[in-house]
T-cell receptor, first 114, second 113 residues
Framework: DTAVSQTPKYLVTQMGNDKSIKCEQN?????MYWYKQDSKKFLKIMFS???????INETVPNRFSPKSPDKAHLNLHINSLELGDSAVYFC?????????????FGPGTRLTVT | AQSVSQHNHHVILSEAASLELGCNYS??????LFWYVQYPGQHLQLLLK??????LVKGIKGFEAEFIKSKFSFNLRKPSVQWSDTAEYFC???????????FGTGTRLKVLA
């Protein structure tokens, strides 16, 4: 059983398009995250949700909009894609909020913007 | 601003050599500390974590880490590495009482058979 799943695994698209990445966790966790990993492997938190409520919104362009329809899902929608958005996007969930829990990561979505 | 530093960006070792990867953070308050590993083509997995108690924590696959509060450090060690330990290693700090996780820039370890 996959604990944290993401779709699609690969996404190639052109500049200006709008795309979505979906994330689902079957661990029963309340807290979910989106991370961006750039070409140098630097991993940076983008958003954090706890029980469907947005908790953290780091300095991310408002072209990025997370949506949490329920506790098990946290989707990421990106409008007007730019070249600099090319990266691997990881979804993660955590059993405890407040920094007390380890993170369970999804397999990542490699986004390439041409 | 809070930050996490991993000073070794690339490490190359022969099998059976000992490993120590450095991790330092800048934050004066209470933190929870983690090491994650990312094998080639795979997602990040937890190696070990420290919340409180014994500052020497043991993780999976023979890894351990020591929290030295006075040095703001949480270095990862393994007495004898294997070829299968080839991976990217990330130190992470969670600011206690917040949802904020900060990852280090990672250390790429290559173990030669």
């Amino acid at each position: 059983d996959t604990a944290v799943s993401q779709t699609p695994k690969y996404l190639v698209t052109q500049m200006g398009n709008d795309k979505s990445i979906k994330c689902e966790q079957n661990l029963g966790h309340d807290t979910m995250y989106w991370y961006k990993q750039d070409s140098k492997k630097f991993l940076k938190i983008m958003f954090s949700y706890n029980n469907k409520e947005l908790i953290i919104n780091e300095t991310v362009p408002n072209r990025f909009s997370p949506k949490s329809p329920d506790k098990a899902h946290l989707n990421l929608h990106i409008n007007s894609l730019e070249l600099g958005d090319s990266a691997v996007y990881f979804c993660a969930s955590s059993p405890r909020h407040g920094g007390r829990g380890e993170q369970y990561f999804g397999p990542g979505t490699r986004l390439t913007v041409t | 601003a809070q930050s996490v530093s991993q000073h070794n960006h690339h490490v190359i070792l022969s099998e059976a050599a000992s490993l120590e990867l450095g991790c330092n953070y800048s934050y004066g308050g209470t933190v929870n500390l983690f090491w994650y590993v990312q094998y080639p083509g795979q997602h990040l997995q937890l190696l070990l974590k420290y919340f409180s108690g014994d500052p020497l924590v043991k993780g999976i696959k023979g890894f351990e880490a020591e929290f030295i509060k006075s040095k703001f450090s949480f270095n990862l060690r393994k007495p004898s590495v294997q070829w299968s330990d080839t991976a990217e290693y990330f130190c992470a700090v969670a600011i206690s009482g917040t949802y904020k996780y900060i990852f280090g820039t990672g250390t790429r370890l290559k173990v030669l058979a």
